[in-house]
Structure formats: structure tokens, C-alpha cells
């Protein structure tokens, strides 16, 4: 059973301060993680995605993946109140391109 | 280039019926995936479509089909529906690339109600 574990939230931080989401995954196999933005009664929106170990960074946003520890994470730097919503880690495995997500992360930034 | 588009966006329907809902995917791309979202269970896979075949498919019960046109416009099609079906139905666009690294991008989605 493949699964990817996120801490529900809600996360709540000040406007301007940096956010950090996590994201936890079971299998070694897993080849590509994203990134996606859910606002609330909306579908999801990509923000990013990471193939490699390290960091990748676009704009106010940078992932992080450790493929040896099993997590990618999300940081959100000068976070805005329109950043509130909820962050979902998605997994794509080798055998098939389905996505298993994580439960979401629920972001508030507080103005 | 035009996102990935869903209809009907809204649905309700009652136990016993059957629903069939639409989705075109962005132009060029040539797969189609299915995902379930409900309070409870998240968001979870149903089944991807691509050159008319379905390649993968999620945990969930033959009520739950689907199928892909040359055009790669994709229906689902769910029968004998049941309270626990009621979910936002999200269709994802991707080139379909195997082996990973294939980006999906979502449809507004199909709020569907059973009654």
C-alpha cells in the first residue's frame, strides 16, 4: 500500500513569514512529486514539481526532496493572506502515472 | 492554449440512477485521468485513459467505468449510484508520458449530489 502521509493543519503564519509543508511517502520507488494548491471549492492547481534530490525554487516557492528519507517538502517565502488554502503532496510512481496524494495541508497566513 | 474543461460542473441525482460525466483534456495532450475527492477519503485515483485504452486503474467497484474517444475526450460513467457516491469528480490532463514525470493539470471539476 502506497502511501503519503501530510500533517493536516491548519498551519497558521503571519504575512510575510516563511511557510514549510511536509510531506512523508512509503515507497523507495517513487520517481516524481508535485506540488498542488487547493482553494476552497476549487480544483487543484499545480505550484510545482520535483524529479531530483535537492532543492528547486520558483518564485516565492522552493521544494525540497530527499529521496534517501522520504520527504519533500514545500517552502512558501513572504507568504500573503491569497496563499491561504490547502497544499496537497502528490506521488507518481514508475509502473503508471496515477498520483496518490496526501491528505492536504491546510495553510492560513494571517494578516 | 484552453484548460482542461469538465461538464456538467453540478449534479444531482438519486440512488438507483446513473451518471455519465465529460471532460476534454488541453489540446494536445493524450491522457486522461479520473479522481474521486470526498471530505473523508481525499482525493483518490479511479482510472487513467490514454490512446483510447485504459492503462491504469484505482481501487473502486465496476460501477465505476470509463472510456476515452479518438479525440481524447473522456466520459465517465458511474451506475446504480449510492449516497457514498456523492464527491467532486476531477478530470486531469497529462501528454501521457510513461514511466513518471508526466504532468497532470485538473478540470474545474463536477460536483455531483445523490440524493
Known amino acids: 500500500q502506497k502511501e503519503v502521509e501530510q500533517n493536516s493543519g491548519p498551519l497558521s503564519v503571519p504575512e510575510g513569514a516563511i511557510a514549510s509543508l511536509n510531506c512523508t511517502y512509503s515507497d523507495r520507488v517513487s520517481q516524481s512529486f508535485f506540488w498542488y494548491r487547493q482553494y476552497s471549492g476549487k480544483s487543484p492547481e499545480l505550484i510545482m514539481s520535483?524529479?531530483?534530490?535537492g532543492d528547486k525554487e520558483d518564485g516565492r516557492f522552493t521544494a525540497q526532496l530527499n529521496k534517501a528519507s522520504q520527504y519533500v517538502s514545500l517552502l512558501i517565502r513572504d507568504s500573503q493572506p491569497s496563499d491561504s488554502a490547502t497544499y496537497l503532496c502528490a506521488v507518481q510512481y514508475n509502473a503508471g502515472n496515477m498520483l496518490t496524494f496526501g491528505g492536504g495541508t491546510r495553510l492560513m497566513v494571517k494578516p | 492554449k484552453a484548460g482542461v474543461t469538465q461538464t456538467p460542473r453540478y449534479l444531482i441525482k438519486t440512488r438507483g440512477q446513473q451518471v455519465t460525466l465529460s471532460c476534454s483534456p488541453i489540446s494536445g495532450h493524450r491522457s486522461v485521468s479520473w479522481y474521486q475527492q470526498t471530505p473523508g477519503q481525499g482525493l483518490q485515483f479511479l482510472f487513467e485513459?490514454?490512446?483510447?485504452?485504459?492503462?491504469n486503474k484505482g481501487n473502486f467497484p465496476g460501477r465505476f467505468s470509463g472510456r476515452q474517444f479518438s479525440n481524447s475526450r473522456s466520459e465517465m460513467n458511474v451506475s446504480t449510484l449510492e449516497l457514498g457516491d456523492s464527491a467532486l469528480y476531477l478530470c486531469?490532463?497529462?501528454?501521457?508520458?510513461?514511466?513518471?514525470?508526466?504532468?497532470?493539470?485538473f478540470g474545474p471539476g463536477t460536483r455531483l449530489t445523490v440524493l
Open positions: 486531469a490532463s497529462s501528454l501521457g508520458s510513461s514511466g513518471g514525470s508526466d504532468t497532470q493539470y
Open positions: 485513459y490514454f490512446s483510447e485504452t485504459q492503462r
Open positions: 520535483i524529479y531530483s534530490n
